[in-house]
């Protein structure tokens, strides 16, 4: 079968709703707050590093919110696949918010190191500090946690304090201790399937997903990936010619074949 040794069917929307279910039959999914990642057993820390797509965080958003699932979405702010300051990807983030699931802040310390002459440490603290204000000024949302993106480029694997720039460090060396990690980072599983971590029955679990690996249908990781673009392009060609359309100007090169970029999706 089709990628069986990467499991390519467990990444697909039906079965990301099953195995929220199975998951909130056994676990609570709490809040990135040491009082409860502490103090309790029988937890999930569920969180979204955005990579690749707003559009599929908020259908994640949005199958979470349909099985009364509160999970943190961490937002990047140097991505290259989606700006947050376009309104329609800022609005992909406020309805997120609106669900009642939380943002936190996905920081890119490689950004400044490729960008800016800087130090180590406390050059980190501050940028993750402005990054957090943006964030916090653009959304009306308090930014309480951090997870590092990349961090092995970014050279900050060994950064492990409970707290960077005020915001908890979603891979702190607590987190680490404590719960038993499982991602799908590259859109496979890295060490574990998700479903045999489950049904392990581990008291504490932290799973990292990355909503553009998750998509309606069956594909390999590649054609996910594909799928995020063409589906952006799609988007933004067909946002041009409702604008010319609108203000009654000619669209000189127009050409129907050329308007449905969205049926390249999913043919390969
Ligand atoms: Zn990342």
């Not at 489950?198 to 990936?225: C, Q």
């Amino acid at each position: 079968m089709l990628g069986k040794q990467y499991y390519f069917d467990d990444f697909t929307e039906e079965n990301y709703k099953r195995l929220i279910e199975k998951l909130t039959t056994n676990y609570k999914i709490i809040e990135f707050s040491y009082e409860d990642i502490l103090k309790k057993d029988k937890v999930v820390l569920l969180r979204h590093d955005v990579d690749a797509s707003l559009n599929r965080a908020y259908r994640l958003a949005q199958i979470e919110y349909g099985g009364g699932v509160k999970t943190t979405y961490f937002i990047h702010l140097h991505n290259m696949f989606y700006s947050i300051l376009e309104q329609n990807q800022f609005m992909m983030i406020k309805n997120i918010i609106r669900m009642g699931h939380k943002i936190g802040l996905h920081f890119d310390f490689d950004f400044y190191k490729q960008t800016r002459d800087i130090g180590s440490g406390y050059a980190l603290e501050e940028y993750a500090k402005q990054e957090r204000k943006m964030l916090e000024s653009l959304f009306e949302v308090s930014i309480d946690v951090v997870s590092f993106h990349n961090p092995e480029a970014a050279g900050v694997l060994n950064l492990q304090n409970e707290y960077y720039a005020g915001m908890v460090n979603a891979y702190s060396r607590v987190i680490s201790e404590c719960f038993k990690y499982c991602s799908d980072s590259n859109g496979y599983w890295r060490f574990e399937r998700l479903e045999d971590v489950i049904d392990y029955g581990y008291d504490k679990l932290h799973i990292l997903l990355h909503p553009e690996w998750w998509t309606p249908d069956l594909m390999s990781p590649y054609d996910r990936i594909r799928r995020c673009v063409i589906g952006r392009t799609d988007n933004i060609l067909k946002s041009y010619d409702r604008l010319i359309s609108s203000s009654g100007r000619e669209n000189v090169g127009y050409n129907e074949e050329k308007v449905d970029l969205s049926g390249e999706v999913g043919n390969r």
